[in-house]
């Protein structure tokens, strides 16, 4: 974890993707007295907006992503096995990895809330805030989080397939899009694997709406043992 928080690039996506929420934010929506719980809505739509979905598949294989392609061709990839053995490497690696497209995310995120919450709360009626309301904005951080901790895999996936930064940063961002032009252009029922949903949540994942989160768990947890098949096969070489 040390190792991830020493990452520029952690915090130079977490400052962009801080960047997409103030940019994106729904400022025509500021209708002065605001009421009780606003300043949490508006938050969630900043969350939801096409400039944060655009930052997703870009800032969340930034800081990590290609971390086995910086390693492998510095050579400091053998000097590593030799210190921990291989199946040691890949649980941290693809757990680094994962978390690298997490945090980001989440403490963009979380100082975005703060903001909102210092400079529009003073604004709001005097009234109580409804607990799922804050519950709800819980969820959708998190869901990004995912979203993002996913994105992060793939990148991995691909760094450690073809040792190329190019390929490890830009094929989760085309196999994103790809998704989305499918469903905008192609197969507009497609929901269920389109990106904007995972995040919006505005469809039918069963009575509770527990289909999503066993969706995304289910991938995280697919795209992490992909990873770390790939790595143990590349590992094999060295």
């Known amino acids: 974890m040390n190792e991830l928080f020493r990452e520029k690039g952690l915090w ?5 993707y801080f960047a997409a929420l103030v940019i994106g934010f729904p400022y025509d929506q500021i209708k002065i007295p605001l009421q009780a719980g606003d300043f949490l809505k508006l938050y969630q739509e900043a969350l939801c907006t096409q400039i944060v979905l655009f930052c997703i598949p870009i800032m969340s294989v930034l800081p990590v992503g290609a971390v086995f392609v910086r390693e492998s061709s510095s050579g400091f990839l053998k000097l590593y096995i030799n210190r921990i053995s291989r199946t040691e490497y890949i649980k941290r690696k693809t757990m680094q990895i994962y978390l690298g497209g997490i ?3 989440f403490f963009a995120g979380l100082f975005g809330a703060l903001v909102c919450f210092l400079f529009l709360y003073p604004l709001e009626l005097v009234g109580e805030i409804a607990a ?3 519950w709800k904005a819980v969820l959708l951080l998190a869901r990004v989080c995912l979203v993002g901790g996913i994105m992060a895999e793939v990148s991995g996936i691909f760094a450690a397939l073809f040792g190329n930064f190019y390929m490890a940063y830009g094929m989760p961002f085309v196999g994103y899009y790809l998704l989305v032009i499918l469903k905008e ?3 507009p029922e497609m929901y269920s694997m389109y990106p904007g949903e995972w995040i919006a949540f ?8 527990g289909g999503l989160w066993w969706f995304l768990g289910t991938f995280s947890l697919a795209a992490g043992l992909l ?5 143990y096969m590349r590992l094999k070489e060295i």
């Open 12 to 16: 130079a996506a977490a400052a962009v």
């Open 103 to 105: 945090l980001p995310v």
């Open 132 to 134: 799922d309301e804050v």
């Open 185 to 187: 252009r192609y197969l």
């Open 202 to 209: 505005e469809k039918n994942w069963g009575a509770d709406g």
């Open 227 to 231: 990873h770390g098949i790939v790595l």
